[in-house]
């Protein structure tokens, strides 16, 4: 439940052609390491309601480790977006491996790892982890109190969906 917060700083500025975005804040809480496949979004929000200022761009991080027993060869993960955010302002901002996004319609993206080969988290502890990250801004019209929600399904293979969400 506690947060930790990492800033980031690219230096030198000079020959940047836009130094305004050379710093970065980040915060995430800290959670409970039972399942390493989760969701996290930034900003989290204040108050108990998690209120954010319009016109939000939220930074998803979707976290995802083979816990089987054998190599995972190709993962795909189905992440569903609130009909609250504006598709059209996605953007993949990094991967821990080769990914391809796919639009599937109705508010569906789907991220491709082919031939991840990712190992088992018995044999390879920290091998058997990605994640990818993207970022994505609400709609401009949103009212008071709307309720952003985003759902992943991270397939292994052709095993059934592990779920998760913020």
């Not at 108990?48 to 993960?77: E, K, S």
């Not at 018995?122 to 949103?142: C, D, H, I, M, Q």
């Amino acid at each position: 439940g506690d947060t930790l917060c990492f800033d980031v700083a690219i230096t030198p500025t000079v020959g940047d052609a836009d130094p305004s975005n050379n710093n970065y804040t980040i915060c995430n809480t800290v959670r409970s390491s039972w399942d390493p496949n989760m969701k996290v979004v930034q900003p989290l929000g204040l108050n108990a309601t998690g209120d954010v200022a319009p016109n939000t761009t939220f930074t998803y991080t979707l976290h995802f480790q083979n816990l089987g027993n054998a190599q995972a060869y190709n993962i795909n993960i189905m992440d569903t977006l609130d009909a609250d955010l504006d598709l059209s302002t996605m953007q993949v901002l990094a991967s821990s491996h080769a990914v391809s996004p796919e639009y599937q319609g109705n508010n569906v993206m789907k991220f491709n790892f082919p031939n991840i080969n990712l190992p088992d988290s018995a044999s390879n502890p920290s091998g058997s982890k990605g994640w990818e990250t993207y970022r994505v801004k609400a709609k401009s019209n949103l009212q008071n109190g709307t309720v952003i929600n985003n759902t992943g399904y991270i397939y292994f293979d052709f095993n059934p969906a592990v779920i998760t969400g913020k």
